[in-house]
């Protein structure tokens, strides 16, 4: 156990970060070979939202120019490869942390703040974060780093503009964690 700022930090091991990026890469590899297509996951969400819409109002969905390239003439949103691969990562995720002894219904947080807001603040940054993964057409996945992987000048200016996003914001940010 290690101490930052005075307080004890968790032993829980992780995996090394390069090791995690040269199989995440191969995974990109994997997916382009057997799918012929690279990662993604909002649009997993979009599917699911298309799904649930037409569920709650068929009318609406059928009649709107968004939702209607989605749905009719015998299509399933939820059956698009979008929906498996990330069902595979809720899976893959939920065993990792089974098999490492992570697995605890808790939210992790600073003692200067609460469940509640961190809570608060998470959904806000994920619904911020879907907004932006819609006008940017692809999440960090689909944009950033399988654009990145076909050489996409889009996705090298994606990955900037979410590290640097990410640099810019962080002071503001930082005491909610640290």
Same mark, same amino acid.
């Given at each position: 156990?290690?101490?930052? *700022? ?22 990109? /590899? ?15 969400? *979009?599917? /699911?939202? #298309?799904?649930?819409?037409? /569920?709650?109002?068929?009318? @609406?969905?059928?009649?709107? =120019? ?19 691969? #990330? ?10 942390? %089974? ?9 992790? @947080? @600073?003692?200067? !703040? ?18 932006? &993964? ?6 960090? &996945? =689909? ?13 090298? /200016?994606?990955?900037? %503009? ?15 964690? !640290?």
């Amino acid at each position: 156990d290690g101490f930052i *700022k005075g307080k004890k930090m968790s032993s829980t091991k992780y995996m090394n970060p390069y090791l995690a990026g040269i199989l995440l890469g191969l995974v990109l /590899v994997a997916a382009f070979y057997f799918t012929g297509r690279g990662l993604g996951a909002s649009g997993a969400v *979009k599917s /699911v939202v #298309v799904s649930v819409v037409d /569920v709650v109002a068929p009318d @609406h969905a059928n009649n709107s =120019g968004f939702y209607s390239k989605y749905i009719g003439d015998g299509k399933n949103p939820l059956k698009t490869w979008l929906v498996f691969e #990330v069902l595979g990562v809720l899976v893959g995720g939920f065993l990792s942390g %089974a098999f490492a002894g992570r697995l605890k219904l808790k939210v992790e @947080h @600073h003692p200067n !703040i609460t469940s509640k807001k961190r809570l608060i603040l998470a959904g806000i940054g994920g619904v911020l974060f879907g907004y932006g &993964s819609q006008l940017g057409r692809g999440c960090t &996945s =689909g944009s950033a780093l399988t654009g990145m992987a076909v050489l996409s000048v889009a996705g090298f /200016v994606s990955m900037m %503009a979410i590290f640097g996003t990410a640099f810019a914001f962080a002071y503001f940010f930082r005491r909610n964690w !640290i």
